[in-house]
């Protein structure tokens, strides 16, 4: 019972998860209210959602990531990002094969 209730919660917090992309992309048509996303760092965020596995998310990611490519900045910024998270996940996969 406690696997299917796991699974559900999984489920409808993936669903979430692509609802609010949807929706901040919609607002983003708006250049005022992106650079305000921009200033929030929502670079930062969609970068580090296409880890997830799923398709949908991943599709409205880099739809959103393609949208704020438009300025030099956000490409620098996701690179930084990218960057920075390779490290640390290469870095936290080198520490799990020591400590096994």
């Known amino acids: 019972m406690y696997f ?3 699974q559900v919660s999984l489920l ?3 669903f979430t998860l692509v609802v609010l992309s949807y929706l901040l992309l919609n607002l983003a048509e708006d250049a005022k209210v992106e650079m305000k996303m ?3 760092k929502i670079v930062y965020m ?7 596995e799923n398709v949908d998310l991943l599709i409205l990611v ?3 990531l393609k949208k704020l490519s438009i300025f030099v900045e956000n490409k620098t910024e996701m690179v930084r990002v990218h960057s920075s998270l390779s490290i640390n ?4 996969d080198k520490k799990k094969l020591i400590n096994d």
Do not use: D, G, M, P
Not at 46 to 52: A, D, F, H, I, S
Not at 89 to 92: R, T, V
């Open 38 to 40: 921009k200033n929030k």
């Open 46 to 52: 969609l970068v580090q959602l296409l880890e997830r």
């Open 4 to 6: 299917y209730t796991l």
């Open 62 to 64: 880099v739809s959103f």
């Open 89 to 92: 996940h290469n870095h936290s």
């Open 12 to 14: 409808i917090f993936a």
